[in-house]
């Protein structure tokens, strides 16, 4: 008799305590929760009893609010209710790791300002990561991971400064990483996501395990991004979004050549990955060898080896270059301007520009803003201290129409250059992209001082510099605003490839005795000059294979044509539209048969070509209120005959 007596006496004291004390306003916002939210049957919370002392629920000392809700693997299912755990404000931890929630994180959570731990691992929650979480500037703890969650990584995350442990990790997030830079962070892991592009440098001190199994994420601790190692490229039937990201439509043949030229690029990654994992052994085996000896040469070298941390030493490795030569991005002319080095760009996101004579060509974009050109040279003969020289001696060229050479990087496997990046595009797409689809078509007064600006950037290569260019095409002229000052690009290189391969790749501008001598001249130049005058006045490519029509020779054409006194029919029709301007591209065409004469003494020299290129313009200045007041157009032009066909 007496115990139950006491029981209730117990149960009683009990009561008056909760009277006395008791968290009202959570209470009534967990039972708001739970209702409403199916769980498990362990999880009874009596609403008659004190809120302090049910399953998971933790008061502060006072029993006056609720500071920890702790719900692990309790079967809570579906989405968490608005309005209801965003109210418990004073909660320092709240825990509903391992259950079937769904839907949304709720915004409102954003509002538990004292937040220390929150622990959301293993539900489903879908949709992205609220950018409100930045609000809960003590959180020390996010676990996310195992979630169905989208989106980016909001770059607020930093507003956490106290977070010593961000888990991310098996979620469906995408976009790249941002810089997270928070000291104390300790414990990071984005790992089997669906992120891409490079690893800031504020996250490679977490080790591989921590990036692992997402698309396209490349950079310390993981390899290398490209230009040197493109990163596994997602095939383009897995990322639809890959080819609707440029804004042009590809034709069918566009998509099977980036099918295999991407192919081919796995290929090569793979490959040079191989050989960088091979060498990399090699050499950690040879270094150990050296650290047991005592070559004071040895230690000299590996004191630098020292001031870079592992994971950039890693990176070196993995860049390919044996430890004497890392990091030797060499700048020269006015490459100092830039201030980055190999690692940057090891870093950079890249984007391929486009495959060249010479090598491809990458777009890439430098932590700091900066964009260059990057340029991986393939089928290079020239040996190392030849190459340096050579590059030293490009590096020297400056005309504004001529493109700097910026830096070079030189090993064994690799060869690249850096190159300014111009936005405008080349000559080559401007007039032949997109041709009959209501584009804008390059005008006449356009097309001479495109004309005389790669004139002027070639002749002072000739005279100044005593270079050949040995690859005049509308491919290398870059195009800026202003026309005056697009830049002739590629020069120079063709000393690197050995009299073999060089010139013969770019036919339909080759000179007829280069197929011979198979060494470009001053005078070949001319003549690939006056195939690119040729191609401004008609319209046509020489070079059509990248458009998948045979090539043509414009000079034996345009003989052809003219010959049979047909001469107008020689003009791009896209400049039939301005009047008045007959004689003038009758002139340039005489210029341009001029610079394609078969025998290269014959040939102007190329200031003597712009000599006459700028009397053209000046003329065409003139004539410029006289041509604009006339709207009517000349028919059937009274063209002078050709004189000068050779
Ligand atoms: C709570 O108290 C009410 C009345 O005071 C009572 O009807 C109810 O059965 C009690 N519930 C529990 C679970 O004890
Ligand atoms: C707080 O509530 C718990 C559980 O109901 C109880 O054991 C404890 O004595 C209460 N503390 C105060 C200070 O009221
Ligand atoms: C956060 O709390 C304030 C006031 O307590 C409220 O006005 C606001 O709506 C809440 N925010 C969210 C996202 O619920
Ligand atoms: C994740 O979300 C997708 C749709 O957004 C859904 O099809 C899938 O079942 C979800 N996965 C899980 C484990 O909830
Ligand atoms: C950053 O955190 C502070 C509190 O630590 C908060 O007041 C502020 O709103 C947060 N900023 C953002 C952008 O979330
Ligand atoms: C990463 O993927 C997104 C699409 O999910 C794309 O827009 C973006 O360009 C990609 N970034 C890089 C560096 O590949
Ligand atoms: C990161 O998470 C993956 C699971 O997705 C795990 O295998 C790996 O060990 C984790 N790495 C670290 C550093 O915690």
Redesign the pocket.
Known sequence: MGLPMLLSLVFFV?MT??V??EPTQDKAVLLAFISRVPHEPRVQWNAN?????WVGVT?D???TSVVALRLPGVGLVGPIPAGTLGRLTSLRVLSLRANRLSGPIPDDLSNLTHLRSLYLQDNQFSSGIPPAVSRLGRLSRLDLSGNNLTGEIPFSINNLTHLTGLLLERNRLSGSLPSISIDSLVDFNVSNNNLNGSIPPTLDRFPESSFAGNLNLCGAPLPPCSPFFPSPAPSPAENPAGGSKSSKKLSKAAIIAIAVAGGALLLVALLLLLICWMFRRRERQRREKAKKGVGAAAAGRSGETVITSSSKEEMGGAGGAAEGERNRLVFVGKGGVYSFDLEDLLRASAEVLGKGSVGTSYKAVLEEGTTVVVKRLKDVVAMKREFELHMETLGKVDHPNLLPLRAYYYSKDEKLLVLDYLPGGSLSSLLHGSRGSGRTPLDWDSRIRVALAAGRGLAHLHTAARLVHGNVKASNVLLRQDLESATLSDYGLHPLFGSSAAPNRVPGYRAPEVVQTRRPTFESDVYSFGVLLLELLTGKAPNQAALGEDGIDLPVWVRSVVREEWTAEVFDVELMRYPNIEEEMVQLLQIAMACVADVPDARPVMPEVNRMMEELLNRTEGDDALRGSSDDRSKGPSTPPIATTP
């Open positions: 009990a305590g909760v006395r004390a009893a004190s809120a302090c002392g008061c000392s006072g029993n």
